[in-house]
């Protein structure tokens, strides 16, 4: 928030001269995650009999870790670009006797080709929070992002499960420094639910089902999408 001016500006930018803590990032945004969305993930995975999940930007892996602690059956592996969250998840699912079921590994969640063989292994992909800051670079960014996932589930993933930020304007204090921190450091506005739906017609994917915790804290809407 002190370099709020420079980024204002155009003295800064962010993600070159304002970086953030991957790592404290995460495991604060894991406290947030398990009380208000884990419940909406786990019910997508149950209806698509999920066996593995392949979770995008996974950070320190709070997803991963209680969907794995509460389903004895499931595995999963989680990739993130930055190593500090994922060497911070991998100690976690040590600690928990998770380590079996769970891989954490450094990657590039928007290039598939370069992904580790492990990735492959999921039938489920997961991905919370990481699409909208490439509006930034226009809306077919996030088109051909989509579209890369879409040949994987033609390969024979069963589903992408989508999560980002509703857009509301209200007095609650955690939504405006949400969505100003997004503005302040151009990351990408989080769009409505109607906006996201008039998006995936225009991929090659088709959206299933569409879950919401209005009542969360920072709130997330979920998309089930299939290709077509």
């Known amino acids: 928030m002190e370099s709020i001016p420079r980024l204002l500006t ?3 930018r962010y993600g070159r001269d ?4 991957g790592q404290a990032l ?3 945004s894991a406290t947030m995650f398990d009380t208000f969305h884990v419940s909406a993930i786990l019910t997508i995975l149950k209806k698509v009999n999920a066996n593995c999940v392949l979770d995008l930007g996974c950070g320190t892996g709070p997803l991963l870790l209680a969907a794995c602690q509460l389903n004895q059956a499931l595995r999963g592996v989680g990739i993130d670009i930055a190593p500090e969250p994922i060497a911070y998840a991998q100690n976690v699912a040590e600690r928990d006797g998770l380590s079996k079921r769970l891989a954490f590994v450094v990657a590039d969640a928007f290039v598939p080709d370069a992904w580790p063989d492990v990735c492959f292994t999921a039938d489920t992909i997961c991905a919370v929070g990481v699409l909208h800051e490439h509006f930034r670079d226009g809306e077919q960014a996030v088109i051909d992002i989509l579209n890369l996932y879409a040949q994987l ?3 024979g993933m069963k589903t992408l499960i989508l999560g980002e930020p509703e857009l509301r304007y209200d007095d609650r204090d955690d939504d405006s420094g949400f969505y100003l921190a ?3 450091t151009a990351q990408g506005f989080p769009r409505d639910k109607e906006s996201w739906l008039e998006l995936f017609d225009r991929t090659d994917l088709k959206c299933r089902t569409v879950l919401s915790r209005p009542e969360a804290g920072q709130r997330l809407i979920f998309y089930e999408l299939a290709a077509r």
């Open 182 to 184: 997004h503005i302040f």
């Open 10 to 12: 155009g003295d800064a």
């Open 153 to 155: 589930l033609r390969r």
């Open 26 to 28: 995460g495991r604060h």
């Open 18 to 21: 304002v970086l953030r803590d």
